[in-house]
């Protein structure tokens, strides 16, 4: 059936980068409150119809179809492992309990990448989710002027305080740059995270929107640092 409602912006069938260790097909969420100067997917900022990006296929108004993607995991039930949801923001899509729960009937595992907004909503869905990839984006005091949003950081402390209770696998992740985070203020949000039982960290480079990294890149002894505080550290 036709969803109304739904804002998908863009679909990859096959990814081996987006859920560590597994091959999943990737659904782009358009929305996200949040206005980061550095955002990799500012198309995906808004929920209104916009061209999308990463077609498998498309409708007339320029929305990817849910159903089509539906038909799509149906052909690859022996080459998938599972699907990511990301963004944008997955949670703002106020289907996604549904969508879920279809991709799950198929007999295909679920991921969702998330910038920690909702943990309301990801606490209803961590039954379901086999693993999540949490962005920490900076220091708590830090994260008003990233975001742009007042009281941006609580609901991301909540959302990891929730991950930290379940038995659901998950990764922080921390997009870098010193643009915003120098150094130092890495380490210390790192140590701040292993203190409080994160075992998988990943640091992220910063690219331009043309997807190249910028070229900056951490010191050896800040990776070894990094390196000594969680079970499975990753520089990407």
């Not at 606490?123 to 990233?146: C, H, M, P």
Request: hydrophobic share 35%; charged share 25%.
């Amino acid at each position: 059936m036709r969803r109304e409602g739904s804002a998908i912006g863009g679909f990859v069938p096959f990814s081996s980068l987006d859920w560590p260790g597994q091959l999943a097909a990737v659904v782009f969420i358009k929305g996200c409150p949040w206005r980061c100067d550095y955002c990799h997917n500012p198309h995906l900022q808004s929920r209104k119809t916009i061209p999308v990006v990463h077609i498998e296929s498309q409708n007339a108004q320029g929305s990817l179809d849910w159903d089509r993607i539906l038909e799509f995991l149906d052909a690859r039930k022996t080459l998938l492992d599972g699907v990511v949801f990301t963004g944008g923001e997955p949670f703002t899509e106020p289907n996604l309990e549904e969508m879920i729960g279809q991709v799950l009937h198929k007999g295909f595992k679920v991921a969702v990448h998330t910038a920690g907004m909702y943990p309301s909503k990801l606490e209803r869905s961590l039954e379901s989710l086999s693993w999540v990839g949490l962005d920490i984006k900076t220091k708590a005091e830090n994260y008003d002027s990233l975001t742009h949003r007042s009281g941006s950081a609580e609901p991301v402390r909540k959302t990891l305080e929730k991950l930290l209770k379940s038995d659901v696998s998950f990764e922080c992740r921390t997009t870098w740059s010193p643009q915003w985070l120098s150094e130092s203020d890495l380490i210390d949000l790192a140590q701040d995270l292993s203190a409080q039982g994160v075992r998988k960290y990943a640091i992220q480079r910063f690219r331009s929107l043309a997807h190249r990294s910028v070229g900056h890149e951490l010191s050896e002894q800040s990776l070894r640092i990094l390196d000594s505080l969680f079970e499975q550290f990753t520089y990407r």
